[in-house]
């Protein structure tokens, strides 16, 4: 906006200055010739310091603009001395052709298109076209201006055809400008171009007056007649200094396309057309006809010589551009994704191999059917609603079901697009599709599993609150079974192997919901072998299969996983229902509990046909299965040999006189800590913490049973308060209490200073139990008495007296 205003400022005060010096000629001429000077040298500066903005095409456009001014002021010089040194005003001389420049210049940069982007690859044979319009502009001044002119009668006429040119071209010019406008309506370039097309067409408009004083002999330098130069020199300059500068784009998005070479054909054919046809038609006379047949033979060759150059270089660009096509050409057919192109019929012209692999069809028989033969039937609509898309939008995208050769469909996700003729209509449809068969089906599997993971958070919600009550049943069944008076054994007895059913329910859904505790913890074999045996021994009835179960005599403690471990167990249970199930009039499984060489062992043992010797080696690989195709992954006895071995143990086909028989062992718990009792004989100790009333109280009473003076609290606060002041040997707490967690009460009791550290045992059902970094064993609910008795000699204390019978 700044040259604007100067500009205009200028544009009036010049016409003012130049009048009130009209009684000095002398001063007036040297203020024009100035002020024509100066102000054309405005744009070609501008121009200089933003050249480097501009990139390729766009800097082409303004170098020629800019050299055509300078060019126009070195004409400009040589008027001025033949009109301040010789005292005389002629357009007929050397100089001429230099100022006829500015006009020549701005048109032929047109040429370079800049409102197309910078195109750099471009830009040097769009040069070479613009010299090619150069020589043709300088031969046809020359040819029919500045050669007549050379005749020595006098021809008015030279010059008032000189005064035609120019008014011409400069029409021409505003009609090239006009129409880059219309054509850069939608780009950055447009207030460019009607900047420059405004200042054309008033300097048109003012030249137009003063070839009328021209032809008249009024005109002079310092005249208002100088602002039909000075006008557009200033609109030059703003629209320079306001141009867009170059985006400059990314490697791949430059345009890589053969630029035709017959634009610069024309003026190779045009000079010597003019020149040849011009000396039959019309003869000036010599020396002007020996001239004017110079520089014709002189300007033909010079524009072979540019059409030969630009030939050689597009020789170079087909090369790329193959080189570039067959790029492309072998990444479309190695892609794993689906090519294709259609005419705009819908037949096939081209389809990519993988294309043709998906669907069944060679090239030959896919010239022969069209896009909407390869769609299923019920899809028809999209016959019309695809083509009518693309033409709204350039594009459409959606899923499609495809129809291959042999009759099957598939689901392929699909993006295609229309290319268009110069006239705009769609002549071609290209397509990429890619097979979602596979992605639909993770999809589903995604949404069964997200189904499954809810599924699992109320399962483990409702299985942590039916925890506490079934082990508070046990608990008290097992109290009451203990009273020596007690009358209703069988029925208590009962109650108490449902619940235990009930608890190992309770497991079996925290290990289905993946909640089970991931700590290992003290365990009696025993226990688990008599719960798994519990939960199979209804099935094995149905199918006439009689289940036998011998435990040792004591308590087998191991230090596991339990649910890992009872998966371990029901596996191989499972593995003995099924090689019966082959014989006929059922039969017999057995399982045997036993301690030997420092190993706690469970051996499952079936009256089946047994493993065929051959196949010994074979019965722990992953996914290797004796069982019918359907009825078994192969995974069961692989996965818990893994289990095992984790555990340190060892799981192996042992010998047998009749069936199979497989034997696990498992490490001993080793004792961690020694036992301690409370000092002096006094009676020892213990401190409760639950938060739950059931659970605490039904604590309480199994220490009491086994001799210890039991304390409890429901809250950190009591239970340090009672910790301080009692010194309790062992603590029994809930692991993930809703008050304080089993770790942070650990921390705040074992803190107290000039106090002995009690023993911990954690009470957990696997919720929200963190114990990372504690050496401290875990119970899990729900636990019978006997895995209370066996968890407390991991612990390390003894009651002060035996339990009461």
Request: hydrophobic share 45%.
């Amino acid at each position: 906006m700044g040259y604007l205003v100067l500009g205009l400022a200028f544009i009036l005060v010049y016409p003012i200055a130049t009048w009130a010096l009209r009684a000095h000629p002398l001063a007036q001429s040297l203020l024009g010739n100035a002020s024509l000077i100066l102000t054309a040298a405005v744009a070609p500066a501008v121009i200089l310091s933003r050249r480097r903005q501009w990139a390729g095409c766009e800097r082409l456009f303004w170098d020629i603009f800019g050299i055509s001014i300078v060019l126009w002021i070195v004409g400009h010089f040589g008027w001025a001395y033949d009109q301040l040194v010789h005292q005389r005003q002629t357009w007929l001389t050397w100089h001429t052709l230099f100022s006829l420049c500015a006009g020549i210049g701005p048109l032929i940069a047109l040429l370079a298109r800049p409102h197309l982007g910078p195109r750099t690859a471009m830009a040097a044979p769009v040069s070479m076209t613009v010299i090619a319009y150069c020589l043709l502009g300088v031969f046809v001044y020359s040819y029919f201006v500045i050669l007549p002119s050379l005749v020595p009668t006098p021809d008015s006429s030279a010059q008032t055809r000189l005064l035609y040119f120019v008014q011409a071209n400069r029409l021409a010019l505003l009609i090239a400008m006009a129409a880059a406008a219309w054509a850069a309506r939608k780009t950055r370039w447009r207030s460019t171009y009607i900047r420059l097309a405004v200042g054309i067409a008033i300097g048109l408009v003012l030249r137009e007056a003063a070839n009328q004083a021209i032809s008249r002999g009024d005109y002079h330098v310092g005249s208002v007649y100088d602002l039909a130069w000075i006008v557009p020199w200033l609109f030059y300059a703003w629209a320079a200094a306001a141009a867009p500068p170059t985006i400059r784009p990314l490697p791949d998005d430059e345009p890589h396309h053969v630029t035709s070479v017959t634009l610069l054909a024309v003026p190779a054919l045009l000079i010597p057309l003019i020149g040849y046809g011009i000396l039959n038609i019309e003869s000036v006379g010599e020396p002007v006809d020996s001239f004017r047949l110079f520089l014709t033979s002189l300007a033909t060759v010079a524009a072979l010589g540019l059409v030969t150059l630009r030939l050689a270089a597009q020789g170079s660009e087909l090369r790329r551009a193959d080189v570039r096509l067959q790029l492309l050409a072998a990444a479309m057919e190695h892609t794993g994704d689906l090519i294709l192109i259609t005419r705009s019929d819908g037949s096939f012209e081209h389809a990519n191999a993988a294309f043709l692999r998906a669907f069944g069809y060679s090239k030959a028989e896919l010239s022969q059917l069209r896009f909407i033969d390869l769609v299923e039937p019920n899809m028809d609509h999209v016959r019309h609603d695809i083509p009518a898309e693309i033409k709204a939008k350039g594009v459409w995208r959606g899923t499609l079901r495809r129809l291959r050769k042999d009759g099957t469909t598939f689901p392929a996700a699909c993006t295609i697009t229309g290319l268009r003729d110069p006239a705009g209509r769609l002549t071609h449809f290209v397509g990429v599709e890619r097979d979602i068969t596979e992605d639909l089906k993770l999809r589903d599997q995604l949404v069964h599993s997200e189904r499954l993971s809810a599924i699992g958070e109320l399962i483990a919600g409702v299985a942590h609150e039916i925890n506490n009550p079934l082990q508070t049943i046990i608990g008290c069944t097992e109290l009451m079974l203990d009273e020596p008076a007690s009358g209703n054994a069988p029925d208590l007895e009962l109650v108490r192997k449902e619940a235990m059913r009930a608890g190992q329910i309770v497991r079996n859904l925290l290990a289905f919901a993946r909640r089970g505790a991931p700590d290992r913890v003290v365990t009696d074999l025993n226990e688990l072998a008599r719960a798994t045996a519990e939960l199979r021994e209804y099935y094995v009835q149905q199918n006439n299969v009689t289940l036998t179960l011998v435990c040792a005599p004591r308590p087998l403690a191991v230090l596991v996983n339990r649910e890992e471990i009872r998966q371990v167990i029901l596996n191989l249970l499972l593995n003995a229902e099924n090689a019966l199930s082959t014989t006929s009039g059922g039969g017999e499984i057995s399982i045997h509990t036993y301690s030997a060489d420092g190993f706690h062992v469970l051996e499952v043992n079936d009256s089946g046909p047994g493993i065929s010797p051959e196949l010994h080696g074979r019965i722990f690989e992953p996914f290797f299965t004796t069982k019918e195709v359907g009825q078994g992954t192969g995974l069961g006895l692989s996965i818990s040999l893994g289990i095992v071995a984790s555990h340190d143990g060892t799981l192996v086909l042992a010998d047998s006189a009749r069936g199979a028989r497989f034997r696990l062992s498992l490490p001993v718990a080793a004792e961690t800590v020694a036992p301690i009792e409370s000092a002096g004989g006094a009676q020892a100790r213990a401190l409760v913490v639950a938060d739950d009333d059931a659970i605490r109280k039904l604590i309480v009473k199994l220490l009491e049973r086994r001799g210890f003076a039991v304390s409890e609290a429901q809250n950190a606060d009591s239970a340090v308060k009672l910790a301080r002041e009692l010194q309790p040997i062992v603590v029994v707490c809930d692991a993930a209490g809703r008050d304080v967690s089993g770790a942070d009460l650990y921390r705040l009791i074992g803190s107290l200073n000039g106090r002995p550290a009690p023993r911990f045992l954690f009470i957990s059902d696997g919720k929200g139990a963190d114990t990372t970094g504690l050496d401290v064993p875990i119970l899990a609910r729900p636990f019978t008495a006997t895995d209370f008795e066996t968890a407390l000699a991991q612990v390390g204390v003894a009651p002060s007296s035996p339990p009461s019978p």
